[in-house]
């Protein structure tokens, strides 16, 4: 079980990070472009990041079991990728589809 543990815990490490800076990079073009959908996208990607923040300070503070807090990061990551497809399918559906 605790090898488990250590392995969640970096690879949650890395998602924080990533998902932080790439949604850093959508608040900037946003502010640059002011387009709604990098809006939304950088909303979508900060709920992976918190999910990922929220569900290893819950498991860390001990307010969770390891199980419960891998859950409640989960949940936080489909929401986040649903915001994510949403902002890229917004924009695609108003201009009209085309791959």
Same mark, same amino acid.
Do not use: K, W
């Given at each position: ?14 998602? +924080? /990070?990533?998902?932080?800076?790439? &949604?850093?990079?959508? @608040?900037? #073009?946003?502010?640059?472009?002011? $387009? ?13 990041? +918190? /999910?990922?923040?929220?569900?290893? &300070?819950?498991?860390? @503070?001990? #307010?969770?079991?390891?199980?419960? $807090? ?30």
């Amino acid at each position: 079980m605790q090898s488990s543990v250590v392995i969640v815990t970096a690879a949650e490490m890395i998602v +924080l /990070g990533c998902t932080g800076i790439l &949604a850093y990079l959508a @608040f900037r #073009a946003y502010r640059r472009t002011g $387009s709604p959908s990098l809006c939304t996208l950088m909303i979508g990607l900060a709920l992976v990041a +918190l /999910g990922s923040l929220l569900g290893g &300070a819950l498991h860390q @503070f001990g #307010a969770f079991s390891f199980d419960a $807090s891998v859950g409640i990061d989960s949940a936080f990551t489909a929401l986040g990728f649903v915001v994510v497809l949403y902002a890229l399918y917004a924009d695609n559906a108003r201009e009209g589809f085309s791959p």
